[in-house]
């Protein structure tokens, strides 16, 4: 599981909008040597990156906003990052969106980058390539003019952007890290907390037997798949696409479960969207409605745990059956494989439960475990240290010009930054957000947090403009 | 000349101390990566590093000062940086000097490491690979204990320790970068300021005659080797080791005299050094002296010449002859060669000089010919933008936390940062100062403005250590 839930920090980016059509943009590429750091070869291949400067005044633009990519196709992350947009209007900015390396199309050795007989392909997928990449890219489009450039990202592209800032403070003004776990790492945050967060959201949607009977449901669900007629029932209730045959296949579908819990946590979403599966609006309390009641009877417990898994597994009504054994592989822009070689290199964020104070199973965090995996899968040796030597873990009192925004309901806030270490890095808490809510196009049902928040983002951002022309 | 002008940056370092028993230390080993920023390969290596902590509380150390070595073996620069050990000793700090990789013994592949028929071996000689060496040995140093650390470093050791509080603010928290030329790169800093500065220095040091000679003795030179006679004459007068036969050497000779201006001027120290050769007090003074009258007649000019420059190779008076072939290898710890390569790879710094307003014959910067030097010796292509892209050139704004000395009569502080972005970068200017004097140890010749240059420094870090406690 663990390896899995980082691969659903992107999951909620991946919600549809109402309005795609305002999203338009030129599609561009943009060559990078494969290793910024090295003399080795020459080697280079390109990035795509996403062009709008219709906003600005082309014969002398104002600013550039620069969405900092992360781990999928690029043009999700532009649909669904309508803020950005909407705030490029307003401040007349260039649009860019860029493509993270190894995501999308921007593959650095073409059909063959993943080829899994040749690992040494893998060796160039890391974070500081990455924002070599887009420090260069940004560099030629600047064509040596004066001109600010905020970074904007959300989740994993939101930790993209404050450490772009971190590290590279001449070549933006500032980032907008929305729901961005910088502090998601060994040493930093206990590793228990995005489950504590979540375990907390599906206490308090509806009332607190929502948690209650997912914590005893894992017994339930034991119970039942200890005789084979159990397994049959479980697979007919579930509506499960392939049968539970075996003590194996009950623990991938928990772990399904929990990925479930997780996403709807993150997706919390008070408007109708379309995640990997569509949703209604607030879908932990739809989700709760279901189990609203404490079940005494495991039997009963597992019937509505059914009932309740609908409202995201079949809320459409068309899905025939639940997928359990490939959850993550329902999107073609969703690339949980790249973010899990990411995971076995340098985004090593530990994971665990404790089921005495959460709705999951007890599970510990196994570095020795997790580093022999990747190495099987991938002949990588994590490195779990690498962020926090580079980007300085919880010392960010040298860092300025950062907004970190974080929603309450979202698990993820759990390990991003909720205090300022000065008064040039901006706190925002959007106490009834989900997983950057704030960076998503407006809409009628947001709560006045997320207005709020996105008008304060907005008055900062357009300060670190003004400041950059004032010292100019 | 231009890529052994670079060389000349570490000269003055090399300076013997009156008092070298005082540094003390341990030689230690440290184990890094070959590569910081790939997943290629696991190969290690281990840097040199030396310590001492016999002026710190062993059980509660108060700060570390940590040197950030350059181009040359560690000891030299542990021995010629008396003010580190000085400081050390009143703010009770460990003192830690690390030792540059590709220098010194600190040699990746061993004494393969520059093995010409293995260019590959230099793939890893970049100033970001050092300072992640650093910040691992720092990180492992400090052992999880909450322990502030300043950078120290003289020249390019400088660059580095700017460089390293630019890019890790939460592991030094502050830098003392002496003499550090970070804006001597492209587009920049005018090409032709190094050898303005040299100019200016000559022509001040008794009277203008000394650079207006020096002027002249260009031709004086190519007139008296246009003869089979006159290079005889030539070799004889400055007791060269060998004989000038060709244009070729003739180039090679007058090569070397620029060296040698530029090396008086960076070691113009108030009292007797000890140099590629010991040099009197105010060298550049003891020079300009045969200098004095300006000769109208070119035989008169090269006779004087020969006196001055024999204040540079033969103030011993033990030198048996001039070895201007081979001016950069007179020492076992200057290493000139490795200099050479990062000058080839990132430490690509432009390099001119207009005989017109400089006392220097006309060269251009050819970047396309340094190039291709660069390939055809090391098959290495310089990439030369790559430390502005990453350290923000002039643009120093987001920079805390680090003193730029600088003295005057130090042709590199052309290329030096001379005046303050913000509150927070000190700038500080040695009128009577050449090559980054103030990182010596104290010397009763000292002039009043590196005396209280080395206070204001000592009394800002005592500062940035009080800081690091009071917010702890």
Chains 1, 2 share one sequence.
Not at 14 to 39: C, G, M, N, R
Not at 190 to 203: A, R
Not at 380 to 401: E, H
């Amino acid at each position: 599981m663990y390896v899995y839930i980082c691969a659903l920090l992107f999951s909620s980016l991946l919600l549809a909008t109402s309005a795609q059509s305002k999203f338009e943009y030129e599609i561009k590429e943009f060559q990078v040597p494969l290793d910024h750091f090295s003399f080795l070869s020459n080697a280079s291949f390109s990035i795509r990156y996403l062009y709008n400067e219709s906003y600005a005044d082309k014969s002398n633009p104002k600013s550039i906003f620069f969405y900092t990519g992360n781990e999928g196709d690029i043009e999700w992350f532009a649909k669904n990052s309508g803020f950005v947009w909407e705030l490029a209007e307003k401040e007349r900015a260039i649009v860019v969106f860029a493509e993270h390396r190894y995501y999308g199309k921007s593959l650095p050795f073409g059909s063959d980058t993943f080829n899994a007989s040749k690992p040494e392909h893998l060796a160039y997928f890391t974070v500081e390539q990455t924002l070599e990449d887009y420090a260069m890219l940004i560099t030629f489009l600047r064509n040596g003019r004066q001109l600010p450039v905020v970074a904007f990202g959300g989740s994993y592209g939101g930790m993209l952007a404050a450490w772009f800032r971190i590290k590279y403070p001449h070549i933006v003004v500032g980032a907008l890290a929305a729901s961005a776990p910088i502090l998601q790492f060994e040493g930093l945050t206990p590793c228990d907390i995005f489950n504590e967060i979540t375990t907390s959201v599906f206490n308090t949607a509806y009332n607190a037997n929502c948690s209650a009977n997912i914590g005893k449901s894992w017994h339930a669900f034991e119970t039942m798949a200890a005789t084979d007629a159990g397994k049959k029932q479980l697979g007919d209730k579930f509506h499960l696409c392939e049968p539970i045959k075996n003590g194996d296949d009950l623990n991938q579908f928990m772990d399904y479960l929990e990925d479930v819990y997780a996403n709807l946590a993150m997706s919390n979403y008070p408007y109708n969207t379309n995640f990997l599966a569509p949703l209604p609006a607030n879908p932990v309390r739809q989700f709760c409605l279901y189990l609203k009641d404490l079940h005494a009877d495991e039997a009963d417990l597992v019937s509505s745990m059914a009932s309740a898994l609908a409202v995201y597994t079949n809320y459409s009504g068309s899905d025939p059956c639940v997928d359990y054994k490939n959850s993550n592989a329902s999107s073609a822009t969703v690339d949980s494989s790249g973010w899990e070689i990411q995971s076995c290199n340098q985004m090593v964020m530990p994971f665990c439960a404790n089921s005495s104070n959460t709705m999951y199973r007890t599970s510990t965090w196994d570095l020795k475990k997790v580093s022999d995996k990747c190495y099987k899968k991938f002949q990588l040796t994590p490195k779990p240290f690498d962020i926090v030597l580079r980007y300085g873990g919880r010392d960010l009192v040298a860092a300025s010009n950062i907004i970190f925004s974080n929603g309450l309901l979202d698990p993820w806030s759990g390990g991003g930054v909720l205090m300022s270490p000065n008064d040039r890095i901006h706190i925002i808490i959007l106490p009834e957000g989900a997983h950057h809510l704030d960076l998503r196009q407006s809409n009628p049902m947001d709560p006045a947090s997320v207005v709020d928040a996105r008008q304060k983002e907005a008055a900062i951002i357009g300060q670190w403009i003004s400041e950059f022309y004032r010292y100019l």
